[in-house]
């Protein structure tokens, strides 16, 4: 309508949203689609998980951003199919969405490896649903436990990989049991609750030196948290997990924290993959697309290894992309993406983390756990959240409670 | 099990936990069972239906109470049935709990008053899920006019009710017309939404001095509502409203605060009831019954007046039905119960509201509405429930912000 180029970003996680830090200040109009209206800053879904922060603490509202650049739209839609000949989107009701650009961003969904059961039985905590589900399933069983005696297994939690987000996962419910299930529950005792932790591979958070791994699990164990390496998961059926190594474990919850593989849209766009994901040339365009990219979770380099399922790959993905955008509309040409590693962190529980930053720093304990607390609080978007965040960690950290809020069905 | 006798308090409400406050120091056991874990600060469920709270931020964790006092028990369970005569609750899988005394503080139920489609059409704020259900909604309809275009009254709210709730109601959602919703959703202007406040007497806020119905209605209007009083509800079907007059109001929305009636629990109990409620006498034990008490908005007294069904009357009535239940252990006669009104109050906007307070007291406009803040934050169980509103108005009135956070089906 302007005459401009548009652009239509699809996906307000990391990279969706610095892709369109990127373009605001661009001759172009931009749509920005998504199916919420808020961010979700994944790193702290398990803390939403586990009861320690409000859903909002966590969620960004698209608004809030959006309203301040004349040259972008949101949209709060469901995008249904892409035409990457006739460069249309199709939302919900049919909709059609014209742009120049395409930028997909869509992120992943759960992957459970065909392993039977756990798509049906077993829950993921990619997204903010998720983690709810989550957290309401627990503090049910938490009660219902506390109230009507704890059956055998209903307070054990199977955590499969031992990622990041498994060891947080595990860290946090462990410290749940020792902080409070014993001393808030009547009936419940340390000894009800077990925490498993399956890992495939010979040690926790594989892309980590060695030494922090080693630090992971000794923490971990120390924490009462079952690691168990070399180890991965046959079957998974509503009340027990069945390991590949025969053994049983009778659970009321299964965490899946093993992978992520492609969602339905990237599923259906008829273009080339890497293992589900859309394969990117060097400039992040989509192979065979001279005006489609593809950003975070759900790209893959056709060349290269994919990159970690980060916020820093998304976000310096997202930038990337924008950039090129930027050098298309002037006649330039593409440049090839180039991920610099700012480095990987994991938090284990109360002062206790494993981080790898610059300069190939390495870093456990106490530093490790405040250079975590003070990063995620500078990411975090919104300055409302980042207030509220600090408030309930401090809160949390000063008066050793977590008192489950279940807010039924929501 | 301890000899000691057994009182169980249905509800973990105002009235409910005020009782327990009071027991935990008497010779008894007590449980306290509720359908939820968390305990609701209703006055401010509006807040949270259009967005400006966290409902984590008005529940509050009755575990982080009942943790404390040992001689309390909590369980969350649905109550589904009560034997006055043999002294026991059921609970929902068959579960017998025996009494020597019972105080049944279920609260209410909203009460459509028989009106066509309202059950079925409108929508109550009177629990928190009530709350986030039109947190929902509302964001929704503003979300979809914003990308496809305002439909035809799709931005109406009609409010059914022009007491304290109802007032607050239309207050936060004229706020949110000018403050938020033109300058951050393109494609609505402040035109697009009307608010329809309709009410049944000729004034707002009955039980309030007239002069402060007139500042109440003024400012409502200065903010763009609509009054209309001397008004009621005919017909609501999902598109629109028919009043009584024969106008038809095409709306997204129909709030019905027009008042509670009495629950499902209730009206089950086989006791004498004043217009659904549980008749009580003047000592709050329900009418024919030595060890039965009824307190909060399940109750009414059979010789009196009802009394409003507000936090205050419910707090009192919990301590006072405590008491009585400690004089009967002493083999004591019981005590009438006398209502001291401390006063009432309801918010308009920023630096609006109406209060009257102790000694007669009437005020109005900012000095209300600073009141009105402090006992609101005083009242708010848990000191992490306050610092988080406090942080969420502080910001709000700083910021002049409140973007509607939606937590999808949350």
């Known amino acids: 309508m302007t005459g401009r180029p548009t652009v239509v970003v699809i996906g307000a996680g990391f990279a969706g949203l610095a892709a369109c830090r990127e373009l605001v200040s661009a001759p172009v ?4 689609v998504d199916r919420h209206n808020f961010s979700t800053f994944q790193p702290l879904l398990y803390q939403v998980a586990t009861g320690g922060l409000n859903p909002g603490d966590i969620a960004y509202p698209v608004r809030s951003y959006v309203r301040k650049h004349p040259n972008l739209t949101f949209r709060q839609e469901t995008v249904t199919a892409v035409d ?5 989107v199709e939302i919900a009701d049919g909709e059609l969405i014209s742009f120049d650009y395409l930028i997909v961003a869509v992120g992943a969904a759960t992957n459970y490896f065909g392993v039977p059961g756990a798509a049906e039985s077993a829950r993921a905590i990619y997204t903010m649903e998720d983690a709810v589900a989550v957290r309401d399933k627990l503090a049910r069983s938490i009660e219902r436990a506390s109230s009507r005696g704890v059956q055998p297994g209903e307070l054990t939690v199977v955590i499969v990989g031992g990622g990041a987000t498994g060891v947080e996962m595990a860290g946090a419910l462990a410290e749940m049991r020792r902080m409070q299930l014993a001393t808030t529950y009547e009936g419940i005792s340390a000894s009800d609750v077990r925490v498993v932790l399956v890992e495939q591979q010979d040690r926790l958070l594989a892309p980590f030196a060695e030494r922090l791994s080693a630090y992971a699990a000794t923490a971990l164990s120390q ?10 998961v046959a079957e998974v059926t509503p009340e027990h997990v069945v390991l590949k190594s025969g053994e049983v474990i009778e659970c009321g919850l299964v965490l899946w924290a093993a992978g ?3 969602c339905s849209l990237a599923q259906a766009l008829d273009v080339p993959k890497v293992k589900g994901r859309l394969a990117v040339d060097e400039d992040l365009r989509v192979s065979g697309h001279d005006n489609v990219f593809a ?3 759900v790209a893959a380099a056709a060349a290269t290894a994919p990159l970690p399922q980060l916020a820093q790959p998304a976000i310096q993905g997202g930038q990337h992309a924008a950039k090129q955008i930027r050098l298309l509309l002037a006649s330039q040409p593409t440049q090839p993406f180039r991920y610099h590693d700012k480095g990987i962190m994991a938090t284990i529980g109360r002062r206790s983390a494993v981080a790898e930053i610059f300069l190939g720093i390495k870093l456990k304990g106490t530093l490790a756990w405040m250079a975590w607390l003070g990063l995620h609080i500078v990411f975090l978007l919104g300055v409302r959240n980042r207030l509220s965040v600090i408030l309930n960690w401090a809160w949390r950290y000063l008066s ?6 279940v807010i039924v069905g929501n």
Chains 1, 2 share one sequence.
């Open 295 to 297: 950003i975070g979770d």
């Open 84 to 88: 990457t000949e006739s460069g249309k």
């Open 29 to 32: 109009d931009i749509v920005l």
């Open 400 to 405: 050793w409670r977590r008192v489950g809020r």
């Open 260 to 262: 992520v593989g492609p």
């Open 223 to 232: 924490r009462g948290v079952e690691v168990r390496c070399d180890e991965s």
